[in-house]
T-cell receptor
């Protein structure tokens, strides 16, 4: 699976949009981009995933660049409860489903 | 109505003991996993089972033995516990091993070996 690069930490004001970047320059054509987050002392939580097109769900939006070498997770109105480590993961479809977690980005939402 | 539940939440034991962690999912998923999160917070996959069959076995000491009595359960038995086994162990499940369905994680079991 392709490796990803994320900033180690980011801050965001409560109520503002949080934009979390992820670089995956070695991504191949059949690899999906996944985002998970881990709130302190809890298990990782799935947020969103996509292949080529931008995606939106009730939690967030995922913007993937046209060359697919980077993506941005957008939390439109961050709340204090969104403070967590956010993981960007790239994996291919098919068998031996294996998510490889990196270090992620610690997002701190400030009041 | 917890989707993926693990027991116990905390486990403190001495070196050399044998212990088990249980995991159950009520999502009807085919695939279950065990992940380990060490003190540096890295999450690493240990095992994956699909329809009770082992499909992923990372480089894990054979003191760790997963057992899947049915699709809804994946237990982790650890023999001869060592200090380095101290970590948080997460169980997860997903809908099949070849789909792109997301993983659903439990809230972890914090194992402390003294």
């Amino acid at each position: 699976d392709a490796k990803t690069t994320q900033p180690p930490s980011m801050d965001c004001a409560e109520g503002r949009a949080a934009n979390l970047p992820c670089n995956h320059s070695t991504i191949s054509g059949n690899e999906y981009v996944y985002w998970y987050r881990q709130i302190h002392s809890q298990g990782p939580q799935y947020i969103i995933h996509g292949l080529k097109n931008n995606e939106t769900n009730e939690m967030a939006s995922l913007i993937i660049t046209e060359d697919r070498k980077s993506s941005t997770l957008i939390l439109p109105h961050a709340t204090l409860r969104d403070t967590a480590v956010y993981y960007c993961i790239v994996r291919s479809g098919g068998s031996n489903y294996k998510l490889t977690f990196g270090k992620g980005t610690l997002l701190t939402v400030n009041p | 109505d917890t989707a993926v539940s693990q027991t116990p939440k905390y486990l403190v034991t001495q070196m050399g003991n044998d212990k088990s962690i249980k995991c159950e999912q009520n999502l009807g998923h085919d695939t279950m996993y065990w992940y380990k999160q060490d003190s540096k917070k890295f999450l690493k996959i240990m095992f994956s089972y699909n329809n009770k069959e082992l499909i992923i076995n990372e480089t894990v000491p054979n003191r760790f033995s997963p057992k899947s009595p049915d699709k809804a359960h994946l237990n982790l038995h650890i023999n001869s516990l060592e200090l380095g086994d101290s970590a948080v162990y997460f169980c997860a499940s997903s809908k099949g091993d070849s789909s792109n369905s997301p993983l659903h994680f439990g809230n972890g079991t914090r194992l402390t070996v003294t």
